[in-house]
């Protein structure tokens, strides 16, 4: 065959750079969103942060639309005694300043978190304090670097014994004598190898605080040491047989027990707080409900009126360059404005469709999936599924994910429909009220809801059950 060139005419999709722009920014969470501003702040000199006025958006309109100084840098500077200028500004702003020059790094020490002790070293400040031995010291010290962040020793003596060099002569005697020192440390239960063992701990370093017969503590004592697996799984038959207590002594053992932490390291354990930022805030105003955007939330750009000039010359060596920045800046402007209003008008349609949620709580949300808003508004799908992810609401009721509003439908017997998130909360109603002597199996549960006209499954309430992490009903079963 010989080569041959063709003509082939063919019609495709191209997505331009500022629509990919767009996509991106839209399925960004706040918090992302800043991150990706500070990018581009660093990376485009004609793109900066506003810190003054800004239009109803909270961004700053385009370069041309502002009252510049004849020096091309903005002058948005607002006086203190001009009480119109102020009163337009947010009160943190608007505000006069009443505090002492230099303070701001104090303020940052007063603010910052506390340097909290790690578990390892609480319980090596402790064996500081103790008349040990060189070498039972180093032993005990060996241990709690083994230790986990709950205070378990979770290798066994054996194991670290092997790990040990040769020239270490260490048995596994002297770590046994070394793990009992590191048992009457504080916490109580930690160095414990199993949950059993580390309530025991604290059931005996209860019974040195409070001598006496302590009947419940012995009992419990037996329980931990015994029988924790019956317990756990409220086989309570077996337990009175086994330990012949009555309904009383079980009760009060299980009530020690209960009081106990099983993780006696967790409070050295450093949590780190997550926060959420709501994208929208919705109140009632005049009886009806509104979405308004987070301002605090929103980023306040502009185009920097010098570049913009420049820019706007005839284009001679790096000319071309400044213009790109210059048509990225606005392209970034704009899409942010367009991230925000879409975000706007796909909340504004959930809280029109779940006013009942506000009004009385998670019973009385309703069924709704994405087309449904998507249909609304005219966009794609895909669109909503990107404005409902990692944005987040501020209701009266509490701040919600805008994925949360939405859900699959159950049927009812007069031909309706109920949301999923309206019958997890009915199982946690009932649930909550059942009697804790004889719980309600799920089959209980949804005959309870047919009763109510919601037809639902067994294995439907087991599956929300879950996730709303309930246990079992076993599991649940009280004296």
């Excluded at 009992?219 to 047989?241: F, G, P, T």
């Excluded at 009060?252 to 099983?262: D, G, M, T």
């Amino acid at each position: 065959m010989k080569p041959t060139l063709q003509f082939r005419l063919s019609q495709h999709l191209t997505l331009t750079p500022q629509l990919q722009q767009s996509i991106r920014l839209l399925q960004l969470s706040t918090v992302e969103l800043n991150q990706e501003i500070e990018r581009l702040l660093m990376e485009n000199p004609v793109l900066e942060r506003e810190d003054g006025e800004t239009d109803a958006a909270g961004l700053a309109a385009p370069a041309g639309t502002r009252d510049e100084s004849p020096s091309g840098t903005s002058s948005d500077e607002v006086p203190e005694d001009n009480p119109e200028r102020n009163e337009e500004l947010p009160a943190d702003i608007a505000a006069p300043w009443r505090g002492v020059e230099d303070s701001g790094a104090d303020d940052d020490r007063n603010h910052a978190a506390p340097d909290l002790p790690t578990l390892r070293d609480h319980l090596n400040g402790e064996l500081a304090l103790t008349n040990l031995g060189a070498r039972d010291r180093a032993l005990v010290g060996l241990l709690i670097d083994a230790l986990n962040e709950d205070g378990y020793l979770t290798q066994s003596l054996e194991d670290i014994a092997a790990l040990m060099s040769a020239e270490a002569d260490v048995n596994v005697d002297e770590l046994a004598i070394a793990l009992r020192h590191l048992q009457n440390f504080e916490p109580a239960g930690v160095g414990a190898r199993t949950p059993g063992e580390c309530l025991a701990l604290q059931i005996r370093a209860l019974r040195e605080e409070e001598p006496g017969p302590g009947a419940a503590a012995d009992l419990a004592l037996r329980i931990c040491e015994q029988h924790l697996d019956l317990l756990a799984s409220r086989d309570y038959v077996r337990l009175k047989s086994l330990t012949g207590a009555d309904d009383a002594a079980l009760r009060a053992a299980q009530s020690l027990i209960r009081s106990l932490s099983p993780r006696p390291g967790a409070a050295f354990a450093k949590i780190e707080a997550r926060y959420v930022i709501p994208d929208v805030v919705v109140r009632k105003t005049k009886g009806v409900w509104r979405a308004s955007l987070n301002q605090e939330a929103m980023p306040r750009l502009r185009v920097n009126r010098l570049y913009a000039e420049l820019a706007a010359r005839p284009r001679g060596r790096g000319g071309n360059a400044l213009a790109t920045q210059l048509q990225e800046a606005r392209w970034l402007i704009k899409n942010v404005l367009q991230r925000f209003d879409t975000i706007l008008r796909v909340s504004q349609a959930i809280i029109d469709r779940q006013r009942n949620f506000l009004e009385h709580g998670e019973v009385a949300m309703r069924p709704m999936v994405l087309r449904e808003i998507a249909d609304v508004l005219g966009v794609h799908e895909s669109t909503v599924s990107r404005v409902t992810t990692q944005k987040y609401m501020a209701t009266p009721r509490g701040t919600y994910e805008l994925k949360y509003f939405f859900g699959s439908h159950v049927a009812t017997d007069t031909g309706g429909a109920a949301s999923s998130t309206a019958i997890r909360a009915l199982i946690k109603q009932l649930v909550a009220a059942e009697n804790t002597s004889a719980p309600l199996s799920d089959s209980r549960i949804a005959q309870i809801l047919v009763e109510q006209g919601i037809v639902v499954a067994r294995r439907t309430i087991a599956k929300y059950r879950e996730a709303l992490q309930i246990p079992p009903v076993n599991q649940r079963k009280s004296l």
